[in-house]
């Protein structure tokens, strides 16, 4: 039996007995102290749970909202003409509208706002209600939006009022989140391994760990499960069953994944042309934009009469589209209807997004995807001949295609490719995912990098969360703000033996190299000299029982005389020369992201005349603790400036 750590003591609360309920929790679970694997179980029970009892409601909602939109409602518009079902969406928008402004800060930015807004302001016990409430008027009367967005914001929601709650820390806070917003997908898909990837691959980015996987792997398996239970184990929609024809045919899906970059870009720049329509009071020139002074009720309701008046001729627009998407794949529509629907749609997400109603982008970009994936293959059928190369039907291009858009527009690849495996339950299909999802994204991010599209900004669309971005209030703080002088230096000429007892004896994970001028040289981490003593290893006819594993006689008397050699070579053999650095007047938000980008722990700062003059250093460390400081500040500057004005009284 392993043997179980001892509880650390805990102190008797010295504070006050008049406590709120959150420190009452808190202070119960301290003194209770549960293990690890009893309060990621008890956790992953609250937001899976919670998060799929939630989807039941939700889906419940909407076909409610459905019902009464578009049966008595529109029953009674249709006295005024067969043009009142354009009615509709408006009247739904105006009632989005009327939430939105009367609950501003619970029905703001979505889960980007719930991120980056981590800690920083209470979150409301009634924010998950209401984002369901208005999620289901705006797709239940007819906005074209996918339930998802809404779903991953409840469950996310949920996660983080549990931690708000226990009072728990900034990186559990975001682990929190994660795990609500993969029960929220998996209960809203029936696919919990796409949920527990979304989290993983777009709240997490890299930092998760073992018990990380653990928690948001619970919470979307529970979750699911509760779905499953109220609306059986079909996933969300029904998609046949992939057939491929031929190898060669891979170069058909590069293709199709070219053209998915090309929809995605489209996509993502129609939504923010028209959210600036929507919200920039001013147009070119400096004329005043009528749209944007629009009071935020009537906003909505702009954007549901624009809905409404495209699905008088084209009612496939109108709601989530599932039943739409399933025709697709099924191949009844023709070509050039199609061509129709997929630029609608596109116009139409910017058009609600923008305008303020509350819907996600996956069912959308999954629709998107299928008009493009089936025109594709309807195109290729029709152009290659016959005896080329067997062609599969436009059903497969057309599930292909779902993958590749909703991939490069949310900038989901893993999510996608896995939510697209999980509702075909084919394993050949995943070689074509693949192929076309790779290219659709690495084409989109080729765009963003150059900047080849202007302000290709993905956050915008709501689900770009690898970055965390309370880092992003760095970007008016420079380093000099917080340049440390207090770091190590070495000479050049050190040998590698001397570097390492150095770096033993001060405990710090990175040098500077100087050279005889005291000028910079390289950089030298424990990462470089380890790499240097790796083919060392101990004697392995020792076993670890005897204890010769632990004594530095247990090397191989060759082996010594072997790294005797490597240990007296000068430290300029082995140090990193090509260097990144920075300069004073620079961001921390730039150094930060040239850090995290390459896992580094310190860059040096120097001189912008002279690159190899040292005026110090600035750490990842500093950088998470200025990022605490910098927020904190913000909160207390209204406080601070009341106080400065009335000292000046």
Not at 166 to 185: I, M, T, W
Request: glycine share 10%; proline share 6%.
């Amino acid at each position: 039996m392993t043997p179980t750590s001892p509880k650390p003591n805990v102190l008797p609360s010295l504070q006050p007995q008049t406590l709120s309920i959150s420190d009452r929790l808190t202070h119960l679970l301290d003194r209770l102290q549960p293990s690890p694997e009893v309060l990621v179980f008890l956790t992953a029970l609250l937001i899976g749970g919670g998060a799929g009892g939630a989807m039941v409601l939700f889906h419940h909602w909407i076909e409610l909202c459905e019902t009464i939109a578009f049966v008595p409602v529109l029953n009674q518009l249709s006295r005024l003409g067969g043009w009142a079902v354009m009615l509709v969406p408006a009247l739904g928008g105006l009632l989005v509208g009327l939430l939105r402004w009367q609950f501003p800060n619970d029905l703001g930015q979505g889960i980007s706002g719930l991120l980056s807004n981590t800690r920083s302001q209470p979150i409301s016990i009634w924010r998950p209600g209401l984002t369901l409430l208005a999620a289901g008027i705006s797709l239940g009367t007819g906005a074209s939006l996918g339930p998802e967005g809404p779903s991953v914001e409840i469950g996310a929601t949920i996660g983080l009022l549990l931690g708000q709650t226990f009072q728990v820390s900034k990186e559990r806070y975001r682990l929190l989140l994660g795990a609500g917003a993969a029960a929220g997908l998996a209960a809203g898909f029936n696919a919990p391994i796409a949920g527990i990837f979304f989290a993983l691959e777009i709240i997490l980015g890299t930092a998760f760990t073992t018990p990380a996987i653990s928690l948001i792997l619970l919470s979307a398996v529970i979750a699911a499960i509760i779905s499953k239970a109220n609306f059986g184990a079909d996933p969300a929609f029904n998609v046949p069953v992939y057939q491929g024809s031929s190898v060669g045919e891979w170069l058909l899906y590069l293709g199709l994944g070219v053209l998915a970059s090309g929809v995605s870009i489209l996509l993502i720049q129609t939504v923010q042309i028209v959210r600036a329509e929507f919200e920039e009071p001013t147009l070119v020139k400096g004329l005043p934009n009528p749209i944007a002074q629009l009071p935020l009720p009537l906003k909505p309701m702009l954007g549901g009469l624009i809905v409404g008046g495209v699905a008088l001729y084209l009612p496939q627009v109108l709601g989530i589209g599932y039943g739409t998407l399933e025709l697709i794949l099924q191949d009844v529509f023709p070509t050039h209807l199609l061509g129709i629907l997929l630029l609608a749609k596109i116009f139409l997400v910017a058009v609600c997004l923008g305008s303020g109603f509350v819907g996600g982008l996956f069912a959308p970009a999954l629709l998107i995807g299928g008009c493009l994936g089936s025109l594709y293959g309807h195109l290729v059928s029709a152009v290659l001949p016959a005896e080329w190369m067997a062609i599969a039907p436009a059903s497969a291009y057309a599930t292909v295609g779902m993958a590749a858009v909703l991939a490069g527009s949310v900038r989901a690849p893993l999510t996608a490719m896995i939510l697209l495996f999980e509702m075909t339950q084919n394993y050949h299909i995943v070689l074509p995912l693949m192929t076309a999802v790779g290219m659709s994204v690495w084409l989109v991010d080729l765009a963003k990098s150059s900047q080849t599209v202007e302000k290709l900004d993905f956050q915008q669309m709501g689900f770009n969360l690898q970055e965390m971005q309370e880092y992003s209030l760095l970007e008016n703080v420079t380093v000099a703000d917080y340049l440390s002088t207090d770091y190590v230096a070495l000479p050049k000429t050190l040998t590698l033996l001397e570097a390492s007892q150095a770096l033993l004896q001060s405990q710090c994970h990175t040098a500077l190299v100087l050279d005889r001028d005291g000028q910079l040289y390289g950089i030298i981490a424990l990462s470089d000299i380890r790499r240097q003593l790796a083919p060392f290893k101990l004697d392995g006819s020792h076993s670890e029982s005897d204890g010769a594993s632990k004594n530095p006689s247990a090397f191989l008397l060759k082996d010594r005389a072997d790294m005797q050699p490597i240990l007296q070579q000068p430290i300029d053999q082995f140090c990193t020369t090509e260097i990144l650095y920075s300069y004073n007047d620079d961001s921390l938000w730039s150094a930060w992201q040239e850090m995290g980008a390459r896992g580094l722990y310190l860059l040096p700062v120097v001189e912008r005349d002279n690159p190899r003059k040292v005026l110090g250093v600035i750490e990842a460390q500093r950088i998470e603790i200025a990022s605490d400081l910098t927020l904190l500040k913000q909160l207390l500057e209204p406080y601070l400036e009341l106080e400065t004005a009335l000292d000046a009284a």
